[in-house]
């Protein structure tokens, strides 16, 4: 005889299977067992002297048509409650005329000030209260080319390449025909582009810079111009657009990882699982990583919000605010493009102005605030462990865990015994993430 609790069971998974068929394949609250500790791996040793810095990238275009020093420094308090340590500045040079298309790393003069943007007199105000509200402030530096109106191409052709001809030629390689490519085989040219970007060090203050195609230069000249920098501001932080290694030797802090990028659009779009991702995305991209310095992680920035927008990169925006939060919990740097903190939905070509509404997705701004401010806590000057299953992914400090499920699956999941949690299993919707304080 069946008990009538067995009965009501079996009538409960009969409605529970007609429903599923009523609803075709659409099986998205599904709860999955994944089993948390099925691929274990330690990936970094205690590095006391490493920074994290989680930077922002203010593009002045999606702040302003004009006076964009001035609007950027009016939403400093929303820029630092994402949790930024270093606010990086967009070139805000003046821009050539000759051959333009418009692109500010077309630089007239490299050290001047686009009045659309503003004036000396602003970025000073800007420089000072972001140190008032705890952050550095990095200028963007264009160190390959310049402008064909530049006043070096009059002044000094010789600071040029040249084709057989004799004629200046843009950048080998390339189809930047807006710009001129330098000569980094003329000692005096090297002396004035070091001489340019220890200005902005003394006249303004500035902690760094995020340098533009940084290997497309000779890496003895960063050998040369980073020492002399810091000479004059030691606690200057400099980071290399580059996915070469090596320029860490030249004395860069930060560089760029897109493969890192690309291996997290792949994970969170199903064709890598997570503990390949961990490997193969993370730890080799991180194992040449000296001490003291770190890999820049993102899920966009203006060349990548040219071509797409991470709501559309990653399966919409609750997976994009979830694959920045495990990018930036993991041991590295990580960068916020002024945009997607509004989940905004639309390419942004950085050669035209494209200003934000802030407010426009206040609620999806303030989880990832929120976000941001857990990451912080965390405490990465120790080791870091992490764990994956088939759906999660845990990050540990000694003080705190991220877990996250990376998949469009709503997963339960046990909680490594190794973090020392009291939490021994969690349920986590798709793309859901949960900090679990020691």
């Keep these: ?62 702040f302003a048509a ?57 970025f000073k105000s800007l420089v000072a209260a972001t140190h008032a509200k705890g952050m550095k402030l990095m200028l963007d530096w264009v160190p390959n080319h310049t402008s064909w109106d530049n006043a070096w191409i009059t002044e000094h052709p010789e600071w040029y390449t040249k084709d057989g001809s004799g004629n200046i030629i843009h950048p080998a390689g390339t189809n930047w025909a807006d710009v001129a490519d330098l000569n980094y085989d003329n000692a005096q040219m090297r002396a004035a582009m070091i001489d340019a970007m220890k200005y902005w060090i003394t006249e303004c203050d500035i902690d760094g810079y995020r ?131 509004i989940a905004y939905d639309k390419k942004i070509n950085f050669f035209n102005n494209a200003a934000m509404n802030w407010g426009a997705n206040s609620t999806y701004t303030k989880r990832y605030e929120q976000a941001m401010q857990s990451v912080k806590k965390l405490n990465r000057s120790g080791a870091m462990q992490s764990f994956t299953s088939d759906h999660a992914i845990f990050v540990g400090y000694d003080n705190g865990t991220l877990a996250v499920n990376v998949t469009a699956e709503e997963a339960k999941i046990a909680v490594p015994t190794a973090l020392g949690l009291t939490t021994k299993s969690l349920t986590l919707a798709p793309y859901e993430f949960v900090f679990l304080e020691k």
């Design 1 to 62: 005889m069946i008990s009538l609790r067995h009965l009501s069971s079996f009538i409960a998974i009969i409605l529970s299977v007609l429903l599923l068929a009523g609803c075709g394949e659409d099986d998205r609250n599904k709860v999955i067992v994944s089993n948390g500790e099925n691929a274990v791996a330690s990936v970094s040793a205690p590095a006391a002297a490493k920074d994290h810095f989680i930077l922002y990238e203010a593009n002045p275009k999606c």
């Design 66 to 122: 004009s006076g964009s020093l001035k609007a950027i420094e009016a939403r400093l308090d929303n820029i630092k409650a994402l949790g930024v340590d270093i606010l990086w500045i967009m070139p805000i040079y003046p821009q050539g005329q000759k051959n333009s298309v418009g692109s500010p790393y077309c630089v007239k003069d490299y050290k001047a000030v686009n009045p659309t943007f503003g004036t000396l007199a602003d």
């Design 211 to 341: 340098c533009d195609y940084a290997h497309g230069v000779p890496d003895n000249f960063w050998s040369e111009a980073i020492p002399e920098l810091k000479s004059v501001k030691n606690s200057i932080v400099m980071l290399a657009e580059s996915d070469y290694d090596r320029l860490f030797n030249c004395g860069f802090d930060i560089i760029f990882c897109r493969a890192f990028k690309s291996a997290l659009v792949s994970l969170y779009n199903g064709r890598t699982k997570p503990a390949a991702f961990m490997t193969n995305g993370y730890q080799a991209n991180i194992a040449s990583v000296p001490a003291g310095c770190t890999k820049l992680f993102f899920i966009t920035n203006h060349d990548d919000a040219s071509e797409n927008c991470p709501v559309d990169q990653f399966p919409g925006a609750d997976a994009a605010l979830s694959a920045f939060v495990l990018a930036s919990a993991l041991d590295c740097s990580s960068l916020i493009y002024s945009s997607q903190e």
